[in-house]
Every structure is written in C-alpha cells, then in structure tokens.
C-alpha cells in the first residue's frame, strides 16, 4: 500500500511539475533555446499570486491569473530586452544570459520579499482518505487547475490564429516567415504564455509546501529533468516526462534518503541522454 | 586593511586559476561547463579530508584533488561527449547540484552542511595570520604562473589548435583526422584539474569549507571573468579574474552607503549588480578587455604578397 500512495503522490507532484516544463519546452520548440530565467519567473508567479491573495484579499484562484499575468508580462519584457539580443550570438551567450537573468530577478524579488517563507491564505481542509489512500484536497485542486491549464494551451494551439502561427514557427521557421507569419510577433506570445504558464505552476508549488525566493530554483532541476526526459519541444513529452520524474522521485523515496529527491532528476536526465537522448516523445535532441 | 587587501589578492589568484581551467574547456574546446563549481568543490573536499582525515601532508591533499577532479572531468566528458550545447548545459549545471546534495548529505564523509573546519594551512601557526596570508599569495601566485605558462604552452601547441579547430568546426576537425572525443576528453581533464586546484587551496587557506560556499553563482563569477578577460585569451582570463574580484568586493563598500537596506536587501543588491555586469558585458563586450588574437601561420614572403593581392583584387570586386 505505500507504494501505491508514493505513486499517487508522485502523480500529484508530477502534474504541478508538467506545467513549468511545457513552458520550457514551448520556448525550446519556438525559439529553439533552454531558458534557464524560467526558475525565477516560477517565483516571480508565486509572489505575485501572494500578493494578490494576500495584500488584495483576493481568492486563491484569482491568483493564479495574476500569477500568469505578472509573470507572462515579466517573462515576455526580458525575452524582448534582455535575451533577444542573445539568441543572435549562439546558444552559449543566451544560456549564460538567461542564468544571469534568473540570479538578478531572483534578488528582485529577495530585495522585495526578504528571506523568510510565505504561505498562502488556505483554509484548512482535512486529507481526504480513499482506500486507504491519503490526500490533500489542496492537492486535488492543483491537479484540477494544471489540467484545466493544458486543456486551454491545447485549445489555443489548435483553434486560435496564433496557436497556429506558433506550431508554424517551431516546425519551420523560415517557411513560417515566407508565408507571412509575424515571427517576433509569435517570440513574444511565446515569451508571455510559457512564462505564465510557468508561473502559475511556481504559485502551484508553492501552494502545495511555501514560498520563498528560491521557490522556482529549487524545482528548476526537477523542470528540466521533466522536460528532457519527454523530449525538449514536445508539449505532450513534458506532461510524461513530468509524471514519470514526479513518481520517480517520490518512490525514490524507498531506497534514497529524501534530501536525494532533486538528484533523482539529474540521473534521469543522464539516463534518458545516454540511453534515448530524444526523450520519451520527442522528435530530435542533437 | 593590509590584512583584507591580502586575502583579496589570494582570492583573485584562485578565481585566475579557476578561469584559465575554464579558458581550456571553454575558451579553446567551446564546451559548455555550467558545472564549474562542482569540480571546484571536489577539489576542496579532496585535499580537505585527505589531510584532515588521513593526515596526508597539504601537498600531497592538493596533487590528489587535482588528480581525483580530473577523474570527474573525464567521466562528465566521456558521458557528455555526444551531448550539445543546451543539454551539455543542463547536465554540467546538474552536475554542480548533485555534487551539493551529496556533500550536504553524506554526513560520514562530509559532515553534512556543518562543513568541515580546522583544515590544515602550509606553517599556520608558525607563521601568525600576517606571515600566513604573505606565504599563501605566494603559493598562489607562483601556482597561477605555472598554469599561465602551460596555458599558454598549450595554446600554441597543436593540442591548442585542435581545440580550437572544435570549438570553430567539430567537423572540419574530424575530417582532419583529429579524434574528437578524445581531445574534448583532454580538455575536460586539463580544465578540471586546474578546477580541483583552485578548491584544495581555497580550503587549506579559509581552513573551512561547507557545501553552501558551492553554490553556482560561483560560476557565474567565474564565466564573468573570462567574458571580462577576453574569451580563449590566458592573459585576459587572469585579468578579467582580478577585475571580477575587485568588482566583487567594492560592491560590499557601496552597501553601507545605502543605511536604508537591511542585510539581506544589500546582498540581494549585490547579486543583482554582477548579474546585471554579467548582461552588460555579454550584450556589448564580448570582445572583453583583451580580444582573442588570431593567429596566422607564417608564410613565405611571396606567398603572402599574393594573398595580398588576391584580398585586394576582391575587394575591388566588391566596390
């Protein structure tokens, strides 16, 4: 029966997990870059859903539409002033940049916020117990809302103009262009839904433990694991990807100390590179 | 202040010979190394409890964590060999972490996050802090020179231009009849020994070392300074090493100036001032203080007069 729960709870983690990954893989399959800023947009999500739950009083799930505006408006700014210049000068200088970028928006928000851990206003709510199985009603509403997330991602990227020109773009740059496709018009939709999106999984996370300025690093390592192991650039590949890392690390648990929790993800990025470097669904990795 | 301009100067010596390590794998191999810190912090763990633990004289601590670094290099290397750009960046940056998480963790070997303290120095106590630091700049200095100079050896070697061959076309240096793995693999060796080296003498001087000091900002500074130096440049990497401390430090003198920031506020300040160099000089300065020279084969006299020609003949074409 542990097992069981440790799975469950791995499942539960690995959704909080998948939405942050689809907003590194969306920036990857379109502008063809790691944006390593994505852990300090997580927190940047975070503060600002406390903000507007805590300063504003507004509920929980108001919040998060802060934490996808704020967040989306921060990450989309940066992409157009800071790492665009960037990406011009190779992959090096932009992955460089985008960590230069994450230390300075993370002290951003440590000069702001100080050190000590938050928590959002939550009322208290007892663990709901199935089966033998326990859970986390706040647990049950995260997944809700990570679903509801990629179900709307879906429906944008299938339906709407723009959804379109952006899997244009990620299939084919220059062709997309040659048709007539805005491509600095579609970096920036990019830029402001993957880091939205990617900050309201760092709100995500943070309603499920606390939130302190390093909130997004310390799950960043978790992201990229997720992502590489679904295969960089594929949408569906982060939400495996994620649910695989979120159960491997929680039934790591049987063998591992849990301080080992975020190594987990690193010996499964080396695992899936060396043995399938594309990841579970993605098209290519080098 | 003599005192603090002292350990100031043996810092920026450490962060030198950080950065040459760096100028091999980076600056002439082009292979990305997020992981910087983490062979940094195996070098320090090394030496530190060989002489601590096993009462191994600090010279023989330091050669053994340069050997045991270098191991790693070349494991991360053969692992990483067909691996490019963003993953080689995710995994080295993994690397760094993992290191951490181990060294916090394994409380047997490492003490955990208490790090380890008392680390012997080379004649601590004969000395006194004053003649300690003096002696220590020393070893320093003459341990950046010695890497200097092989630096430079290598540079202009044929294992230099190979490696530059790769950071400038892999390809063309496979056709070429070079093996490619092997070469990232020496680079990775090299580099990482210089790594090791900069972390066992960082030990034996703060005689303290703790898994929090290895964090990756540590990178960033070093990375800076090559980018500030001048990129695959030996001279602009020791350079731009002095000139990242030096930025470093005077930030600290700004902060009480400010008496409306609380402590952490002024760290964070500071955080955000390198980072923001660090954008700064990567937007504008790629160049840094002293470009890298390209260098040209000698030619015979004729030869080269006919190039000349050509160029000019192609230019006027082009006008």
């Known amino acids: ?286 | 202040m003599e005192h603090y301009l002292i350990a100031m100067a043996v810092t920026a010596g450490i962060y030198a010979i950080m950065a040459l390590g760096m100028n091999v794998i980076w600056g002439m191999a082009g292979l990305i190394n997020l992981g910087l810190v983490g062979f940094f912090a195996v070098g320090a763990y090394t030496s530190a409890l060989l002489t601590l633990k096993f009462g191994w004289p600090i010279a023989g601590g330091v050669i053994a964590a340069m050997i045991v670094s270098s191991l790693v290099g070349v494991i991360v290397a053969l692992v990483t060999v067909n691996l490019k750009g963003d993953y080689l960046a995710i995994v080295t940056l993994g690397f760094a972490e993992t290191m951490r998480i181990v060294m916090s963790n394994e409380i047997w070997l490492a003490n955990g996050t208490d790090g380890l303290s008392g680390i012997p120095g080379p004649m601590r106590q004969q000395l006194g802090p004053h003649g300690f630091n003096l002696l220590f700049l020393g070893i320093v200095a003459v341990a950046t020179l010695i890497l200097f100079v092989l630096n430079e050896r290598l540079a202009h070697s044929p294992f230099g231009r190979a490696l530059r061959g790769i950071r400038d076309d892999e390809q063309v240096v496979q056709v070429a009849g070079k093996n490619v793995t092997r070469l990232k693999v020496k680079a990775f060796a090299f580099g990482s020994a210089a790594l090791g080296l900069a972390g066992a003498l960082y030990g034996h001087f703060t005689s303290y070392i703790a898994p929090d000091l290895f964090e990756p900002l540590l990178t960033l500074y070093v990375i800076l300074a090559l980018l500030a130096g001048g990129l695959g440049n030996n001279k602009g990497a020791v350079l731009g090493a002095v000139a990242v401390v030096f930025f470093l430090e005077s930030t600290r003198f700004i902060m009480p100036l400010l008496p409306f920031v609380s402590a952490v506020q002024g760290a964070a300040l500071r955080q955000m001032l390198i980072a923001a160099a660090l954008l700064v000089i990567l937007r504008f300065y790629t160049q840094g203080l002293i470009p890298e020279k390209i260098q040209q084969p000698a030619l015979p006299d004729a030869l080269q007069a006919k190039l000349q020609a050509n160029k000019a003949e192609i230019d006027d074409v082009k006008a």
Request: positive net charge; proline residues 3%.
């Open chain 1, 1 to 286: 029966m542990h097992v069981v729960q440790l799975i469950l709870n791995g499942l539960m983690a690995g959704t909080i997990l998948a939405l942050p990954a689809i907003g590194l893989t969306l920036i990857f399959a379109v502008l063809r870059f790691t944006n390593f800023a994505l852990a300090s947009l997580m927190t940047v999500g975070a503060y600002a859903g406390l903000v507007a739950n805590i300063s504003f009083g507004l509920p929980v799930y108001a919040s998060l539409l802060a934490a996808f505006v704020v967040a989306g408006l921060v990450g989309w700014l940066c992409d157009e002033f800071v790492l665009k210049p960037f990406r011009a000068s190779g992959f090096i200088t932009t992955a460089i940049g985008s960590i230069a970028l994450t230390i300075a928006l993370e002290n951003v928000v440590r000069f702001v916020f100080e050190n000590q851990m938050r928590g959002y206003k939550l009322p208290l709510r007892r663990d709901l117990v199935l089966a033998g199985l326990r859970v986390d009603p706040q647990q049950l509403d995260n997944l809700a809302v990570a679903v509801l997330v990629v179900l709307v991602l879906t429906a944008f990227l299938m339906t709407t103009r723009a959804g379109k020109a952006m899997r244009a773009v990620a299939d084919n740059p220059s062709l997309a262009s040659i048709k007539g496709i805005d491509v600095d018009m579609v970096a920036r939709i990019v830029s402001f839904v993957a880091m939205g999106i990617a900050g309201i999984g760092g709100m995500l996370v943070g309603l499920d433990t606390t939130v302190d300025p390093l909130v997004g690093y310390k799950t960043i390592l978790s992201v990229f694991a997720a992502a590489v192991v679904g295969g960089l650039g594929s949408i569906p590949g982060a939400i495996v990807g994620a649910l695989v890392v979120g159960v491997g690390e929680e039934l790591s648990l049987l063998v591992l100390s849990p301080a080992y929790r975020t190594a987990v993800g690193f010996i499964a990025i080396f695992l899936v590179l060396t043995l399938r470097p594309r990841g579970i669904l993605g098209a290519r990795a080098y």
